[in-house]
């Protein structure tokens, strides 16, 4: 069986999951859409079907049949209700595993179960406890929990790796900011500080954008009142011109 280092970016906003072999890095697609990253999307259809990433997209804003953003909720003790039952965010975030799991299998055809999973520097210890057991619950087990900006500089290291530099990182991520200060050396990273704020990311953007939107909208037409349907339509509006 071939050796492969897999490693998974669980996002607020899309996931992704790659790995990294004889040198090389390489994302692996979606089975269905082809596509990179799998929106961080939860949802479940009329008939109970549970829908994950871009085909949860048109139901992930109806009241109780979807969820965006679960990684702000990891380990805040909240529950969602999706349909007729209430769901823990690590359990949602697993669904969202395993998507990518499945993924990364028919991209190398071999179980892969061993991962590397990146968090956001200012997640407590109860936030990467959820991300353990929703990796667990995913059928995964974490080998390391690394810091996002500091996996960007790692990256950054690997083909850099006779620089001698301190380096500023800035991990501008769906649902946090991260930043990291950290030291190149005669091949040796350290990491000097890392901090983050996490309230403060792409998706505060996207309502900034969206109540600007409809602002203008009631100013210019008058005040209407606005269904979660035409919600989701406007918050998809919102991220293509952000």
Known sequence: MTEYAIGI???TSTSEIAVFYKGQPRVIRDVDTKAPVVPSLIAINQSGKVLIGEEARAFVDLPEHGIREIKRKMGTGETVALGMYRYRPEELSALILSRLKCNAEAAIRQPITDVVLS???NFNDAAKQATLQAAQLAGLQVRHLINEPTAAALAFGITHIDTEAQLVVFDFG?????VSILEMMEGVLEVKCSFGDPQLGGKDFDEVLMQLILQKFAAAQGPLPVSDKARGALKAEAE???
């Open 119 to 121: 968090v956001p520097a």
């Open 174 to 178: 769906g649902g946090t900011l991260d």
């Open 9 to 11: 970016d669980l996002g």
């Open 240 to 242: 293509k011109a952000k």
